[in-house]
């Protein structure tokens, strides 16, 4: 597996480096099979450290984990943890319900918009209904199965997912709802 370990602000020494291949490569292979990459970001947010890693399988999965401490070493430990136990419920969740992804898994790229927010401080009505872009990007969509989809969007820890419906070949969308349940739109 390879390591980007890099710190904002922060010189990195080869101590810490070295702690981080081997406690994140041991949580690691213990529960994904093939994993390819891995970034750990060490930042300061006031008087706490910030760790923020994010580990790629070679199944086209991703999973993501951050921590903060008061000490570097203590928020590099509550991430690795974090990401072990999102790993350890993903291969669960792989070995009860789902089958093994022998390939990986296939992207679609398709372009994505930043819009500019609308500041409406004064109650005038806006002279166009079109919005600003602000920014244009390539997204790139995966190809999963429901389940998958529900997965890696919790291990990214992201409120939404799209994706490619590998059933219907169809765009679907997952998401977070406020009652803490996992919404599927299905068009």
């Not at 997204?139 to 429901?146: C, D, M, N, Q």
Request: hydrophobic share 35%; proline share 4%; with cysteine.
């Amino acid at each position: 597996m390879r390591y980007q370990i890099t710190g904002k602000q922060i010189d990195i020494g080869n101590a810490l480096q070295t702690h981080v291949e081997q406690e994140l490569g041991s949580a690691v292979e213990k529960y994904a099979e093939r994993p390819t990459d891995a970034q750990v970001v060490f930042s300061r947010s006031g008087h706490e450290y910030v760790c923020e890693a994010t580990v790629h399988l070679s199944t086209g999965l991703n999973a993501q984990a951050k921590a903060h401490d008061s000490e570097i070493y203590a928020a590099f430990d509550s991430c690795a943890a974090k990401m072990e136990t999102q790993l350890r419920r993903y291969k669960r969740r792989l070995k009860n319900h789902h089958r093994d992804r022998s390939e990986p898994v296939e992207l679609y790229d398709a372009p994505s918009y930043i819009l500019a927010s609308e500041d409406q401080s004064d109650d005038a009505e806006p002279e166009t209904l079109q919005p600003i872009i602000v920014a244009e990007m390539e997204t790139r969509i995966p190809r999963l199965s429901v389940g998958e989809a529900v997965m890696q969007m919790e291990l990214v820890g992201a409120p939404v997912l799209v994706f490619r419906n590998e059933g219907k070949d169809v765009v679907n969308v997952v998401y977070r709802r406020d009652d803490g349940n996992i919404g599927w739109i299905d068009p």
